[in-house]
């Protein structure tokens, strides 16, 4: 499947005349890869062993480029940094408001929403995102973990 979507993502890109360089190349196939919707620093970090004459900016400058072409999602939260989903389908995210973890959901039933947005508010609706904030299963594991190695203790006045 990722193999088809790095195959299908690179014959876009020659179709749209544009060059494939080996670093273009390896950053697409990190992205499709990776599950953990990474930072440009981290993408730059985990190929500069490859490309050690790779600047971040060249990941900066590939990731504006995917993200124009509509392969990337760039992801902004808060004050920290982008972190970049390769988007074959549309899809929503949840996120763990205690380490960052990102996970993609897939629910078709929001399709309709815009159409819904869009005959609502007389807006012409381009796109959506949906996001939702909580805990991941591991945050809460610790949590439950440290609570019962470590019981209150009271307090006496």
């Given amino acids: 499947m990722k193999n ?5 993502s690179i014959e ?3 179709a749209s ?3 494939i360089t080996p670093q273009r190349y390896a950053i ?9 919707h990474p930072t440009a620093d ?16 060249t990941v900066y400058n ?8 509509g392969f990337v ?8 940094s982008s972190r970049f989903d390769f988007t074959s389908t549309q899809h929503y995210h949840a996120i763990c408001e205690e380490c960052g973890k990102i996970v993609d959901i897939y629910y078709p039933g929001l399709d309709d929403v815009e159409v819904v947005a869009s005959n609502l508010t007389g807006f012409e609706v381009t796109h959506h995102r949906m996001e939702m904030y909580g805990t991941c299963p591991e945050c809460i594991a610790k949590h439950k973990a440290a609570d019962s190695v ?3 203790i009271p307090v006496n006045h």
């Fill in 4 to 8: 088809s979507q790095v195959v299908h």
């Fill in 12 to 14: 876009k890109l020659k």
């Fill in 42 to 57: 981290e993408i730059y970090r985990a190929l500069a062993d490859r490309f050690p004459n790779m600047s971040v900016a």
């Fill in 73 to 80: 999602q760039e992801m902004v939260y808060g004050d920290s």
């Fill in 28 to 36: 697409l196939e990190f992205l499709i890869e990776s599950e953990s």
């Fill in 17 to 19: 005349n544009i060059r």
């Fill in 62 to 69: 590939n990731l504006r480029l995917f993200t124009k072409i």
């Fill in 150 to 152: 470590s019981p209150e």
